[in-house]
């Protein structure tokens, strides 16, 4: 194994093992999500009786929600780890030494993506157990899996830029709630097309997190959805792509100072 | 003597909130986000077969804010004691107070006017954004005495914890049950919508009957409201009990 | 009447051993009590229970003559109380804290500016008055919590460590102000520290706790004479004359270990110095350093508990002494 990789890697398992052992940090994101799931699946399934909804089953409808969230809060999480090792003086100590500074992104990332994936594990298995058959198959399971590596993966860098240009935990949790105005101005609850007021279908039109929900929900209740999963793939792309970029500008800035 | 103190208890909690949006915007945002997303997002939940409340889905989601902001104001506000405790604040009250009821009072004087000032802006906003009415100004006071019940209830629960644990990482503790009950009441759709398990907790779950009472004011045609009376009463009247045995294991533990 | 009384007091914590265990305590009204041990001795846990903030398992204490058990809020109107966390709210100046305080005791509105005023002033924070709490310095702090401690004019004033953490000039500060509050109002302090200095200086009586028990107490003076004479300690300036040195000395006292020269406990204290001086003088013997150690408080907690209080003793002093450890915190 390369100096690089290996470092990436003993990087990524400090990251996982770092978030196991703050219990709060693994059970919240695991637990709320499905809390959510069960309210709103059970006190939202008259939905399935209005005219054009596009399930008989609320609680496969509603499944795509738990995996864009529990990526919202595994970011939240990657961002605070990484702003407690700016203000602790870690990431210093790192820039001492010859390891690369994009490792310690990498390494960062790398855990929040193992994180991402341990999740999405856990939801489906909740949706299987509850009875929810993914429409496009074992194959869209493993695409589904792999839209949530990338959701994660892009969230994390989000949340590693704001760490790194803030360093400071308390500034990151206090962009949490702007995240949960997007999940909730969005198709979550509802599709796009069945929202009566206009300017609540217009914002959830603008929002992207509506394409993230919509792409995982087109592979559990649709099938293969050719336009939802473009538009969820390539927003998440965008995004990732974007945060990275900022992220590794924030770490260079950081890491020259 | 414990008035005096309930008053300086209560001046200090709301000088620091209003004096620091950190502190009075999440009380303030939450309910107006809820109407929003609910009001707004689901509106469409009126055509579902079934759904008969008579005045639409904003005045039918702005009871369930109503209440909301109540529930959460109290929690919020047990946060407050937590915090107190954990600095070692809540000490200084508790030696300075010749009569420790009065540190209660005052926190929960203090809960009561800060959600009085949410739910000033809260229907404010309803009625800016077309709210229908169809009950009388006793009836609207009927809700908001409903919903003053429940920041009195939810208060007592969450500063019965924040004595008990004395840490701000209780503030899970406090927050979850109360969202939970509160969720696992008829939200989105009247309780005669629900089916399978969600309809057979809601039917338990005693702030049903303060939801269903509550939006039966709105719309001028009060029900049940005795049932609903008595069981914010008694929520508030259980969870006193509770805050009152937190505080005295709070003394013994110094 | 005693300003502070307590007859075997006793608390236990759950799963712990006894961190108070049958103490008894009586503090004449205007006197600075000194309450002197380790960390972990039961300094707080006492002053816990005597400010009702605890309440003890077993035994009782009366304070400004109310039983701290079946009259808290009497005992609570009558006392002022700095705990050894300056518990403030950082979000209030220091001014609205002192008229929080003032309301929380009851007292008159009209009262409660020029008190805060005064107190500001008399504490050096007038110029910070209306600065947030949250950027005070901890000496601040404290100033602030001794201000608080004092607004309704209690007669019994509780001050658990006042001056860890602070530097020499705050702590100075602090013991003229305490010291004044004694002599000049009359006000009863009981004061807890680790500090031997400080219960020196400051305290008219002092009890020594050690494991949750008084091993020691009295006046300073009473303390140190219990322990016993003074000593002196000579390093000859060659090495060669330490045996002659030795002899010298030994004609004045018993002899005792030094690690760097010899040393003498004196059979007839201070008075001897001269007669060893002249001794010397009269060998030609040339010493280096020549110390007479008086016995210190710390020689009193040592002879009492085999343990020094003080983590920092000199060299010297410590290779006399058996079992130096101190208690960890």
Redesign the interface.
Known sequence: MSAFADQVFLLARRSVVRTIRQPANVVFPLVFPMLLLAVNSGGLKAETRLPGFPTKSFVAFALAVPFIQGALFATMNAGTDLARDIQTGFLSRLSLTPMRGIAVLAGQLGGVVTMGVIQATVYLSVGLAVGVRPASGALGVLVLFGFALLVSLGFGALGAFAALRTGSGEAVQSIFPAFFVFLFISSMNIPRNLIAAGWFRDLATANPVSYLIECVRSLLITGWDGQALALGFGIAAAITVVALALASWALRVRMAR | MSFAVARAVAWRTLHNVFTHPSLLIPSLIFPLFFFTAFAGGLSRVRDVPGFDFPLGYTAFQFAFVVLQSAAFGGVFTGFGIARDFESGFARRLMLAAPNRAGIVLGYGAAALIRWLFTVAVVTGVAFAVGMKVGGSGVDLFGLYALALLLNVAALLWASGVAMRLRTMQAGPVMQMPVFLTLFFAPVYVPLSLLKGWIHAVAVVNPLTRVLEAGRGFLAGSPTDVGAAFAAALALAALFSLWAVRGLRNAESAG | MDAIEAEHLVREFKNGPRAVDRIDLAVRSGEIYGFLGPNGAGKS?TV?ML?????PTAGTARVAGYDVVHEG??V??R?G?A?Q?A???P??TGR?HLR??A????MPRNERRARAGELLARVGLSEAADRKVGGYSGGMKRRLDLA?ALVHRPPVLFLDEPTTGLDIQSRTALWGEVGRLAREEGVTVFLTTQYLEEADVLADRVGIIDHGRIVAEGTPAELKAQVGRPSVEAVPADPADRKLVGEILARFGEPITSAKGVAVRLREGESDLAGIVRALDADELKVEHLQLHQPSLDDVFLAKTGRSLEGEAPEEEQSARPGLAMEPA
Do not use: C, F, G, V
């Open positions: 846990t816990h400010t009702t903030l605890l309440p809020p009497q609570r109107m006392i109380a705990l966390e518990a403030l709210d979000l209030l609205e929080l305080q309301s929380l005791q009851a608080l």
